[in-house]
């Protein structure tokens, strides 16, 4: 139970064994109402709600932007991403080679439909851009993409397809060997860990979860660990990322 007291700035929680007394303006205030913020984003389907040059993107934006500076700083040759949809996030990516006048990006989807693909195909930034149709895990469309990378390229990989624990897990043992040392293999979604029992959510989603397949991965592959990219900047007192992507980006450390 939690009760919001505006006129003191005063949050109160009932943890069942006691209750504590949090400062509305502190970090821990913050982080505790940007998790219910979260949920409630989920059960409202905010994210259905935002584009990127005119192509629905379905993301947190606080996720992209934080994202954006990784790419800034990485600087990769190559941007993989699992899961196409609408495009908005190849767009995304796409604008941001631009920008650093370096790289391209791959997508991968089971299936493109026809008004995506053409509207993805018609978009100024296509030439950035490499589609790829069919399953990110079979064998045969991971050899597709790693024909088109270069020897020496460095690559930075993002997995939004098919969220089940196997689905990413696999996913991330293909494309784990392409993601250049230093670069990231960034898993997203891992917020279904903490969604059970809201609406659209599914029971087995405590265990059945990107999240969860970031760390079997990192467990069986010492070459690899989850690191939270440093901020570039904050003057402020926020300590963690308002994110749908937890314990999302799995660096490649050899």
């Known amino acids: 139970m939690i009760q919001i007291d505006t006129e003191k700035a005063l949050i109160h929680v009932d943890e069942g064994d006691g ?9 821990e205030g913050f982080e505790l109402l940007s998790k219910i ?3 409630s984003g989920w059960e409202t389907k905010h994210v259905y709600s935002f584009t990127w040059l005119d192509r629905p993107m379905i993301q947190l934006p606080e996720d992209m932007i934080r994202l954006q500076e990784v790419i800034h700083n990485q600087k990769p040759d190559v941007i993989i991403e699992t899961g196409i949809a609408h495009g908005g996030g190849m767009v995304f990516y796409a604008g941001l080679c631009k ?14 439909r026809p008004h ?10 296509f030439p950035y851009m490499t589609l790829i149709e069919g399953s990110s895990v079979a064998p045969e469309i991971v050899g597709e993409v790693k024909s ?9 990989v993002i997995l939004d397809s098919n969220h089940t624990r196997q689905h990413v897990l696999d996913e991330l043992r293909a494309y784990g060997p392409l993601t250049s040392v230093g670069s990231y293999i960034v898993a997203t979604d891992g917020i279904m860990k903490d969604l059970v029992g809201a609406p659209r959510a599914s029971e087995d989603w405590a265990e059945n979860n990107p999240c969860q397949a970031a760390h079997d991965f990192v467990g069986e592959n010492e070459g690899f660990a989850i690191e939270e990219p440093e901020w570039v900047f904050n003057e402020g007192t926020c300590r963690e990322r308002i994110t ?11």
Do not use: C, F
């Open 37 to 39: 913020w979260l949920r």
């Open 116 to 125: 995506n693909r053409k509207a993805i195909e018609e978009h100024p930034l």
């Open 244 to 254: 749908y992507w937890p314990d999302a980006y799995v660096k490649r450390l050899r």
């Open 99 to 112: 920008i650093l006048d370096k790289g391209r990006v791959i997508g991968v989807d089971i299936e493109i």
């Open 19 to 27: 209750q504590k007394t949090i400062e509305l303006g502190s970090p």
């Open 148 to 156: 088109h990378i270069k020897e020496g390229e460095k690559v930075m």
